[in-house]
């Protein structure tokens, strides 16, 4: 039976993999602000589900709510961070709450869960670390700056963070998935553009949920596959229009810096003033 500890489990994607996980029958350490969200998943799944209040941005908490999971368990297996949310609005219009809540829960949150899971995972042996990521840590779009800087910040640190821990028998995994049918729309915030951005490229309609190709079920199902083949990748790109966006997006960038590699390596020579 194998244990999973998923942040963000009240509703979206972390509900859906937690609902997934139990009725596999394996174990779930749930973490959410809310926990009585979970009411009825506890009167189904009983002792398999354990529940702690935990907000990602509250560090000194993150070390105690996750100390106490490995205690209570025999073993964690796996750590699902996906705790996270969005802000709609030209960057300039977002307040610095809004700049410095969407970082410290997306990327700041999500590094300080790696820095107090690698440490517990390690002393027992390994075990998987997945992050939710997004294809808007590959690619851009206008409206949503302050996202991106969270999701791309992500993908960085947890890249070079993947080759740190490899040799602890950890294993890491940046899910990265594209337009998907969960509720994080809903519970973004939207900021009005201001009247220099009126009609431009941050001035459009909130994406319309019903719309998007992307499963809420599969991607969970998808995880949970890679988590347990043996063998997960370190990204897993996920939904069609990821794949589509990413994958032509990387083309351009790297005909883009192809074009450039006369006057780079120009660089490397001395010049006289």
Not at 63 to 86: M, P, Q, T
Request: charged share 25%; glycine share 10%; no cysteine.
């Amino acid at each position: 039976m194998t244990t999973w500890l998923i942040t963000g489990a009240s509703r979206g994607l972390g509900r859906e993999l937690a609902e997934q996980v139990l009725e596999r029958g394996d174990r779930v350490a749930a973490t959410l602000r809310e926990p009585e969200r979970l009411d009825g998943l506890v009167e189904e799944h009983g002792d398999r589900l354990w529940r702690r209040q935990m907000d990602v941005t509250d560090t000194a908490r993150i070390e105690k709510v996750l100390g106490e999971a490995f205690a209570d368990h025999e073993r964690i297996d796996v750590i699902v961070s996906n705790a996270g949310y969005g802000v709609f609005g030209a960057g300039e219009d977002l307040t610095d709450a809004q700049v410095e809540r969407v970082i410290a829960t997306n990327l700041t949150g999500s590094i300080q869960v790696a820095r107090r899971g690698v440490p517990l995972l390690r002393d027992q042996g390994g075990g998987v670390l997945v992050q939710l990521s997004s294809m808007g840590g590959h690619i851009t779009f206008p409206g949503f700056a302050i996202y991106h800087a969270s999701k791309w910040g992500v993908e960085g640190y947890f890249e070079a963070l993947a080759q740190e821990i490899e040799p602890f028998g950890i294993r890491t995994v940046l899910v990265e998935p594209g337009m998907v049918r969960t509720g994080f729309y809903d519970a973004a915030e939207r900021v009005p553009v201001s009247e220099p951005y009126r009609g431009g490229p941050a001035d459009f309609p909130t994406p319309k949920v019903d719309g998007m190709v992307g499963s809420q079920s599969g991607v969970a199902h998808a995880i949970i596959e890679a988590v347990t083949s043996g063998n997960p990748p370190l990204r897993l790109l996920l939904n069609s229009d990821a794949y589509d966006a990413v994958t032509s997006t990387v083309r351009r960038r790297l005909a883009s810096l192809e074009s450039q590699r006369d006057s780079s390596r120009a660089a490397d020579e001395e010049r006289t003033r």
